[in-house]
Every structure is written in structure tokens, then in C-alpha cells.
């Protein structure tokens, strides 16, 4: 039987190398922290013997392996990001159960750090998720190596690892050359085409396009479109809309230019399996080269990470000329701190994807599909609030275009924009519906205030229209111009809402949402909340950090215990699902 009682708080171990082994876990969205693992491990590889090290997801066989007696000790280095408002990614869910039960002490062969990676635009949300796998380990006890670590990124990443396991490994100075390894996958054609079995069932179902119309004036900075979908699925007002972008044909095409291939390249029908101790894409079955390029590989600036430059390190060939400046460069990306600011300045904000980086770097040679894959990155889905209200028949969208020029004068796009740039009627999308969580504030029986800016409208809109009670409720929106985005004018109009628009640029000082709930609505704020009513903000991470940062002042002037329990008021109030707040960057 294992004690119930939670043990004091573990102390920092001193960690002897003798008999150790090592994984390195982490929960992903947007696999940064897959990033950040391969990191860790291509590091420690460097001092650490392969047999004893491995990475993986945190999923299910996570809580066995913590729990897991040992005859010597095992360190579970957990690398966490932070979702939704300061929730833990979808990935995690198996492990929900563990975390938020009574605590079961950790055997003390069983060793953990957590490195916690967020973005500090999330304001006291910053790396929650991280906090809360380092407060529940803390409770369990085992032994804790080093202290709790917080980044963005990769950046001081390496850093933390170093001085979490000082004095205990040794880390030399170039990178653990982790891209000479031999491949994690192995790739097995199966039959043609013609007669290959369909592929596995998806989540994703099919949409079509109803109407894809642009709302802004042509000679407005952005592009942001009202898009209407049908397709066989229910949802309720707040939910959020997931779609599977493809890539467009040019940039397939532009990367078979560009990698050497043709269409006619590796032909059949394609099945890989993984077979790594340390964690890679699973590209799953059944899937043909085009349908790699077109569906499911992200060619777009997203599809660049410091270790795709590790990989392509690895296919350099040093006997063509330049190649051995090409290598350097491409393993200094992902081998130090200033290589990563690099690797930030040359991909992240220059916007290049892996057909810009291979046009740059032509001494890599690209063979076998193995080697596509082992540089190519999966698509990710991307989220959109909807727009209209549970009962109607269609799904409608505001997505506002991710576009833009770089520092260098570079123009780029972002591929779900692109995507959405190219959608004519009657196209076909792959999508699926989630739960929001403005299920509370649709049903609340009280007056709601909705407070959003930009295409934060979306989910507004879908929850006021779901609660149809236009008169009790009022809408504060931040727009740029009143003439070019303030969206829905005239609906707002037709419906009798109470609407407080602030237009950041039609007057020499730039006011926003924050400003009205400072001023104008502080009185109207403080007496609805502590009324009982239901509030919603929507949009931006930056203005979704500020007013609540306002409303907190706002209810610290106002109730017993000031600002901390204001806090308090405000979490109770997220828990219960009548205060929301979703938001993006
Ligand atoms: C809950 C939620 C609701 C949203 N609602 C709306 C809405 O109503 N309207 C709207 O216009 N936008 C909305 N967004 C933002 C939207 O999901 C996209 O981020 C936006 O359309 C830009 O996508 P893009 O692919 O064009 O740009 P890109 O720059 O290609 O992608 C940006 C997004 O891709 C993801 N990403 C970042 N890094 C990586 C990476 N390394 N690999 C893969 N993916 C990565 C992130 O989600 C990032 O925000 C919402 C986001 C969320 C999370
Ligand atoms: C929808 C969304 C919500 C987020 N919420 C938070 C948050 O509440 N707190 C935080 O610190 N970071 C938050 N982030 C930032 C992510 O944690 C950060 O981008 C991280 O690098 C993602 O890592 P991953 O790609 O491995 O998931 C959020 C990011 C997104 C896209």
C-alpha cells in the first residue's frame, strides 16, 4: 500500500551520475517544447551514454514511470508549456487524473525537475502549467534536482539544464551532434496507390466553403474575412472552430524545386514508423509524397525549428564547396545561447520556412523520403472562435490575415491566412468543432459585459447573439478606425446592445478597451461583478492581460482585503465559468 500523507517538501538532492538514468518529457501545442527536449537531449548526450537517456510525450506511462520502484535512481525531467489561460495542453489529459487526486509519495529513487515554458504576455498566467506539475510533484515528494525553471522558448533553456545538473555532468562545448544519429523512423512502402487501404479515421471532418468575404476596405492594413462553412456537426455558442491547413501548390512545388524532387519522386503509397528511444513526428500511415507535401507537412515559416537545423546539419555535403561553412552555421543555430538568438533573428523573425532555409543552405542533400521527413515538421492545427451562434445552420469565422513585411523587407504570410486567402466556394476544408468555456456566461441569468478588441468579437458575438438578451448586456469593443474594423457595426445597431467602442487611431491619443474600464467604466465594472453578473473578454493576450490588470485595481479599491482578494473574487469567478477570458497572440 503506498502512504496517503503527503511527505515534507522534498529537498534539492545532490545527484551522483553513478547508476542514473534519464527521460526528458514534455507537452506540446505547437511543439516548442519538443524543441526544447531535443535540446536537453542533444546536450546530455554529450556526457550522458545513449542507453540510459531517452525523451518522450507526457502521456499515461509518465505516472507508472514516476511511481515505478528502482534499484538506482531515474530523473524525470519535465519540459511544460502553458495553454488556453494558464491551462495544461490537451496532451496531458491522460495524466488529469494523477494530478488532481490525493497525493501518492514518490518513491526517492525517483528524481524530477520541471522546466516550465510559457510567455510572459499571459501576465500571472505565465507558465501555470509548469507551476502546477512543480506544485503537485513538490507535494509527492521523491527528489527534486535543482529548482523550478522558467523560459520562453528556448532561450536560457540550456542554461537552467546546466545549472539544474552543475557540477554532476559535464557539457562540452559544441552540440551533441544529435543530426548524425541513425534515422527514428523506419519508412516502409506498401502497395500503390490504387489499391492501398484508406487512411486510419481522422478528427477532422469536411466543411465547404459558403462565402469568403473580405469586411475590411481594400486600403485597409488588414485582410480579415467573414467566412461561412457547412458541414455535418453540432456546436454551441462560444466554441471554437479547428482547422487543418493545407499548404498552397506553389510552396509544394517551390519546395520539389528547391529539395531536388519532382511529383513522380517516391512513388506509393507510404507507411513510417517511429523507432527511437527519443521522441519524434509521428507521421502515421498510409500517406503518399504529395499528400506528405500538400497535407501534412508544415512548409510555411511555423515548420522551422532549431532542430530542423540540427537535422539539416546532418545532410550537408561537406564535399561540395561551402559546405563546411553550411554546417557550422546550420549545427551553431541549435548548439549555444547566441546560436539560438541567431537561429531567432535569421528564421523567427524573418519569417523563413524550410523552403527559404534549403534555398539558402543548397549544399544539403536530400535523398530518401527518410531524409524529407527527418527535417520536416507536421502541420498544426490552427483554433478560431466562432463567430455565430450555436443554433444556426452555418459556422461563420472572422479571421483577420496574418501578414505582413519583415524587418528586411521581406513580405510573408501565415499558412492557415494563406489557406483561408485561397478558400472559393465550394472548396473543401478539414475541420472540427471543441467546447469553449463561455458555456456559464451563455446561460448566466444575470446582465453579461463582453469586452473584446479586434477579431476578439468572434466568440463575443456567437455568445451574445446564443443569449439573446441584446437589452440587459453591453459590449465594449477596441477597434482601429471606426470606418474600417469596427465589425458588425450595424448588427450592434439593429439589436439594441449597449455598445462602448473605443477606436484606437481616430483621435491623436491612442485609446483602447483598458482605457474605458479604467475610466468611464469603472463604477458600471465594479458594481456588475459584484452584482453577480457574467463577464467575457476576448482577443489579443496583451489587452486581455491589461483590463483584467484593471479590473483587479478596480475591485481592490472596492472589497475587504484589497488587491489579493480581488484575486481571489476574480479566480473563484474564472472556476465557476462566469468570468472568461480566451485569448491569442
Ligand atoms: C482559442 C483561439 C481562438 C482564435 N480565434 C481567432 C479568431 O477568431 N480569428 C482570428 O483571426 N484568429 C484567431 N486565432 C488565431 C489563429 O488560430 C491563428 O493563429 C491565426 O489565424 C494566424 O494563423 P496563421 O497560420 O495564418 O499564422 P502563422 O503565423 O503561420 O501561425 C500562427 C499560429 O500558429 C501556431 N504556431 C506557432 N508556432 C508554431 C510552430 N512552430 N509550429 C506550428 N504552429 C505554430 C500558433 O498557434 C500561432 O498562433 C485564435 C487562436 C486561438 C488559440
Ligand atoms: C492559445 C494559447 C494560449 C496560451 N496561454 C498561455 C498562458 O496562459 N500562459 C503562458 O505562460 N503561456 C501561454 N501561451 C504561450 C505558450 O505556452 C508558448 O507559446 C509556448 O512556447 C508553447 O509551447 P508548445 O509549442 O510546446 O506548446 C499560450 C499560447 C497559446 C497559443
Known amino acids: 500500500m503506498e502512504a496517503l500523507t503527503p511527505p515534507p517538501p522534498p529537498p534539492s538532492s545532490s545527484l551522483s551520475i553513478r547508476g542514473l538514468s534519464i527521460t526528458v518529457y514534455h507537452s506540446t501545442l505547437t511543439s516548442t517544447t519538443a524543441s526544447v527536449s531535443s535540446h536537453f537531449i542533444a546536450n546530455l548526450l554529450q556526457s550522458f551514454p545513449k542507453p540510459e537517456l531517452r525523451s518522450e510525450h507526457v502521456s499515461e506511462g509518465f505516472v507508472d514511470s514516476l511511481y515505478q520502484p528502482r534499484p538506482s535512481p531515474h530523473l524525470h525531467i519535465l519540459v511544460i508549456s502553458t495553454t488556453g489561460q494558464g491551462e495544461l495542453n490537451p496532451d496531458t489529459s491522460s495524466i488529469k487524473p494523477w494530478l488532481y487526486s490525493p497525493h501518492r509519495v514518490l518513491p526517492e529513487t525517483t528524481l524530477w525537475s520541471v522546466y516550465a515554458i510559457g510567455d510572459k504576455k499571459y501576465g500571472d498566467d505565465y507558465c501555470k502549467a509548469g507551476r502546477i506539475f512543480y506544485g ?104 471554437v472552430f479547428r482547422v487543418l491547413p493545407k499548404n498552397s501548390d506553389e510552396d509544394v512545388q517551390a519546395f520539389l524545386n528547391v529539395a531536388g524532387f519532382d511529383s513522380s519522386s517516391f512513388e506509393g503509397v507510404w507507411r513510417v514508423e517511429v523507432v527511437s528511444e527519443f521522441y519524434c513526428e509521428g507521421w502515421g500511415s498510409n500517406f503518399t509524397f504529395m499528400d506528405l507535401l500538400k497535407s501534412k507537412a508544415d512548409l510555411g515559416y511555423t515548420g522551422v525549428t532549431v532542430e530542423t537545423m540540427r537535422s539539416l546539419a546532418g545532410f550537408v555535403d561537406v564535399g561540395e564547396e561551402g559546405g563546411e561553412k553550411h554546417r557550422k552555421k546550420l549545427r551553431s543555430f541549435c548548439e549555444t545561447e547566441s546560436g539560438y538568438s541567431l537561429f531567432k533573428e535569421y528564421v523567427r523573425r524573418e519569417k523563413r520556412s ?63 491566412s494563406k489557406f483561408w486567402r485561397a478558400a472559393a466556394i465550394n472548396d473543401v476544408v478539414k475541420g472540427t468543432t471543441r467546447a469553449g468555456s463561455f458555456e456559464k456566461v451563455v446561460e448566466c441569468e444575470k446582465p453579461a459585459i463582453f469586452i473584446g478588441a479586434g477579431t476578439g468579437v468572434a466568440p463575443l458575438r456567437s455568445v451574445i447573439v446564443g443569449r439573446a438578451r441584446p437589452n440587459d448586456d453591453r459590449l465594449v469593443f477596441g477597434c482601429r478606425n471606426a470606418e474600417a474594423d469596427y465589425y458588425f457595426k450595424d448588427e450592434w445597431a439593429a439589436s439594441g446592445i449597449k455598445v462602448d467602442v473605443r477606436c484606437s487611431r481616430d483621435q491623436v491619443r491612442r485609446i483602447y478597451v483598458q482605457d474605458f474600464v479604467e475610466k468611464e467604466g469603472r463604477e458600471i465594472i465594479a458594481a456588475h461583478i459584484l452584482g453577480g453578473g457574467g463577464v467575457a473578454i476576448a482577443g489579443g493576450a496583451s489587452m486581455a492581460a491589461a483590463v483584467q490588470k484593471e479590473i483587479l485595481e478596480i475591485l481592490g479599491e472596492r472589497i475587504e482585503g484589497g488587491k489579493d482578494m480581488a484575486k481571489r473574487l476574480l479566480n473563484s469567478l474564472k472556476r465557476k465559468g462566469t468570468f472568461v477570458v480566451e485569448a491569442w497572440t
Not at 176 to 202: I, N, W
Not at 215 to 236: A, E, F, M, N
Not at 360 to 386: A, C, G, H, M, W
Open 136 to 239: 503537485k510533484l513538490m507535494k509527492c515528494g521523491g527528489t527534486r534536482v535543482g529548482e523550478l525553471g522558467f523560459g520562453e522558448g528556448l532561450k536560457d533553456s540550456l542554461t537552467w539544464l546546466k545549472k539544474t545538473l552543475e557540477g554532476r555532468l559535464e557539457f562540452g562545448e559544441g552540440s551533441g551532434r544529435f543530426e548524425g544519429r541513425p534515422s527514428p523512423y523506419v519508412v516502409s512502402e506498401c502497395v500503390e496507390a490504387s489499391t492501398a487501404s484508406p487512411p486510419p479515421p481522422s478528427e477532422f471532418n469536411d466543411f465547404s466553403i459558403v462565402s469568403n468575404t473580405r469586411i475590411t476596405p481594400s486600403d485597409h492594413w488588414q485582410d480579415v474575412r467573414l467566412i461561412s462553412l457547412t458541414g455535418s456537426c453540432s456546436y454551441k455558442s462560444g466554441d
Open 354 to 416: 524550410i523552403i527559404d532555409v534549403l534555398a539558402d543552405f543548397d549544399t544539403v542533400k536530400l535523398n530518401s523520403l527518410d531524409d524529407v521527413l527527418r527535417i520536416l515538421t507536421p502541420i498544426q492545427p490552427r483554433e478560431y472562435s466562432i463567430a455565430s451562434a450555436g443554433q444556426s445552420k452555418t459556422i461563420q469565422l472572422l479571421v483577420a490575415f496574418k501578414e505582413g513585411t519583415t524587418a528586411y523587407g521581406r513580405n510573408y504570410i501565415g499558412l492557415a
